[in-house]
């Protein structure tokens, strides 16, 4: 039997997973603290869904790899799926920079994604950090993929014009729905793009040059937004390995 492991921190998406997870006859343990408890420690099958800060720690106690995408991922995607120059680089590099970019954290949220000058980042990290930085587009819609053996298992739309439509209800139409997952799957249809196992891709419309990829993240961190609790429930399941 699986166990869902949620921190104690509670989201609409902990809740709904919890529901789910409930549905299936799954354990759920919800932390009092941010520390895992000596009795988790040896559950057969525990599924991890918490913060991205506390996550490598509480794998390690429990024996697990967590599986998320590589930093320079973005970097080595073709044209027709990026449509935007992305590099890595350091944000001591970013720094240095005088013209305005779209600047983060490859694959944590330690500070806000956003179009920086480079006297602008934030002075709370060492120059050694890494960052993305990309041409600034306009995005005018984003998806999220959870993504299960190259296969897009839900998806929502979680901006429109750069609002989050979460009040909304994560509306789309029909035709959104279809243009977002066909795009999503003719990539991972192609042998040439690397993706693991379980994970979430975001991908977006552009104004005036289609669709492309947003980012590539970590499903065990990742929100649902209007996402099938389910299906993330399927992808959460891989999104960690064993080490032990």
Known sequence: MHTLILTPRM??????????????????????????????KSVENPVLYVEALTAPMMAEELGLELVEPPEDWLTHLPWKYAKRTIALSTLGEARKRTEKAFIKPPNDKSFAAAVYMGSELPEDFDDTKPVLISDIVDWELEFRCFILDRKVVTLSPYLRNGVLQRDAGFPA????????????????????????????????????????TIEQNAAWASGMYGCDANGVLDVLVHATRRTT
């Open 11 to 40: 989201t609409d998406d902990s809740v709904a997973l919890w529901r789910a997870a409930g549905q299936r006859g799954w354990n759920v343990e919800r932390l009092t603290s941010w520390r895992l408890p000596e009795y988790l």
């Open 173 to 212: 139409t029909e035709g959104e729905l279809c243009d977002a997952r066909q795009f999503a799957e003719t990539m991972l249809a192609d042998p040439a793009i690397a993706f693991p196992k379980a994970t979430v891709l975001d991908v977006g419309l552009i104004k005036d040059q289609g669709w492309a």
